[in-house]
């Protein structure tokens, strides 16, 4: 088996999934192995309960929608898990998952993972291999508060030219991310586990290319060439030249990690807990970017009434404890291991659902997400094992290292480089001294609906809206993913 599932690993990799999945191939080794074992045992094996999945199951969902700014998107994902003999049900022996979704104006996720934890005796292993393009990434400004958010200035469905609209694309910035990781787990004692991993990130970005943007569009829904935030922050030098263009840094990242939950998706006891620090280097112009990142985390299982409700919570913070870091790395929160497409932070629906994608950018920074789970239905479709849940939840995070922004150097920089500013127009960008609120806490609160197959492929939807309108003038925010936030 495991010489079967090192080749599925490499000729994924090799962009040969297809080929390899044929079901009928799965079928023939699924039998071949079966019909090495005693029949006293595949007797028994019949009787055991149709709730213990055996073998492999597949969860394919189709990625179609349609974004006007982003363009119609088209593509798939699956969540692919072997269970062996059924024996660590409703933990996996081996999970891999595959997505690959493009949109008519370059948005796309092109991504691979694998994740076990027997391919190598008593370690677990994941790997994860991800290109993800954005023409129009969210970019809100520094230190959460203290860069003001208009909502008047991008919102076309509600304002116009002279209500004080500019353009959809004024808080954006053109972000494409490749990116590898390998990391390995293995046990100290007990609950107790190390962790180590390399991996790095590459980071292409700039203006949004508008002329992209308003490819085949009418002249009145065409988006203007005006100078967005992230073209005044590069213009004041609060972006520095030397990282206004992205660049590489290869990572490594140490630390450990105390885990007593009784199972990986959605346990329904326990804790996970972990600390460790990760270096990124940098090279030629951007070698003052090398820096050392500390990471916290705390997530809390505890159960209410057997599995059917859990109170969870979780509580992290990352900061920065040497070097200097590049802005567009603030915005990426730092993972032992990777379990979704995307960590940014802080704001979207990785960690603030309901407060802008984000919106919290700054050195170091903390957050805490709250949540009822509740499994309020259990059925069964053929051999799958179904639930359907509701989780009320809640979530806060702030600023703990702000960046240092002088007022007096800024207003120098723009008069000698952007002179055709106005000046008084200043505070509707930026706010400096009490008015700055950086240290004020960022909320909101909503409501997620789950829809889990065989406890591992979870399909979930997540409404939630900010408590301060700052953080999101529409009020609301809608987010579909596989799996729960933590």
């Known amino acids: 088996m495991k010489k079967f599932i090192i080749l599925l690993l490499v000729v994924l990799l090799s962009g040969s999934f297809n080929q390899l999945l044929a079901i009928d191939e799965l079928k023939d080794v699924d039998q071949t192995e079966k019909s090495k074992e005693p029949k006293e045992k595949k007797k028994k094996k019949e009787k055991d309960p149709d709730g213990i999945r055996r073998g492999w199951t597949f969860g394919i969902l189709p990625s179609v929608s349609y974004d006007a700014d982003l363009g119609f998107q088209y593509g798939a994902l699956s969540n692919i898990y072997y269970f062996g003999d059924g024996s660590t049900y409703p933990e996996y022996l081996h999970s891999f998952y595959v997505e690959a979704s493009y949109t008519t104006k370059r948005y796309g996720v092109f991504r691979f993972s694998y994740d076990s934890k027997y391919l190598i005796p008593n370690h677990r292993l994941t790997i994860d291999a991800s290109y993800l393009p954005d023409a129009m990434c969210d970019f809100f400004g520094y230190n959460g508060y203290q860069t003001v958010y208009n909502d008047v200035w991008r919102n076309s469905k509600k304002y116009t030219a002279e209500d004080g609209y500019r353009s959809r694309a004024f808080y954006k910035f053109k972000r494409d991310i490749f990116r590898f990781s390998a990391d390995i787990q293995g046990t100290i004692h007990n609950n107790w586990k190390w962790n180590a991993g390399i991996g790095v990130l590459w980071y292409n970005i700039g203006s949004v290319n508008i002329d992209m943007i308003n490819k085949g569009k009418k002249p009145e829904k065409q988006l203007p060439h005006i100078d967005g935030l992230y073209e005044k922050f590069v213009l004041w030098n609060i972006i520095d030249e030397n990282e206004k263009n992205g660049g590489w840094h290869p990572y490594i990242h140490a630390g450990l990690t105390y885990d007593s939950r009784n199972k990986q998706q959605n346990p329904s006891k326990g804790i996970h807990a972990d600390v460790f620090l990760t270096y990124y280097a940098a090279f030629g112009k951007q070698a003052k970017f090398n820096d050392l990142k500390l990471n916290a985390n705390f997530r809390h299982y505890v159960p209410v009434y057997k599995d059917y409700i859990t109170f969870a919570y979780r509580l992290g913070l990352q900061i920065n404890t040497a070097g200097n870091s590049p802005f567009y790395l603030n915005s990426y929160l730092n993972a032992l291991y990777m379990q979704r497409v995307m960590y940014e932070g802080l704001g979207g629906g990785n960690s603030l659902r309901g407060v802008l994608r984000n919106r919290i950018l700054a050195n170091g920074v903390a957050f805490a997400n709250v949540e009822f789970r509740f499994k309020i239905c259990k059925f069964k479709i053929k051999k799958e094992n179904f639930y359907i849940g509701l989780n ?62 065989n406890e591992n492929f979870i399909l979930s939807v997540d409404w939630a809206v900010p408590f301060n309108k700052q953080d999101n003038a529409s009020m609301a925010n809608l987010y579909v993913k596989i799996g729960y936030m933590f």
Request: proline fraction near 6%; charge should be negative; charged fraction near 30%.
């Open 392 to 453: 009320p939840l809640f979530d806060i995070g702030m600023v703990l290292q702000p960046y240092e922004l002088d007022e007096n150097k800024v207003r120098v920089s723009i008069e000698e480089n952007d002179p055709e500013f106005d000046m008084s127009e200043l505070d509707q960008y930026l706010k400096f001294g009490k008015d700055a609120r950086i240290y004020r806490p960022h909320m909101s609160a909503g409501i997620g609906l789950k829809i889990a197959m």
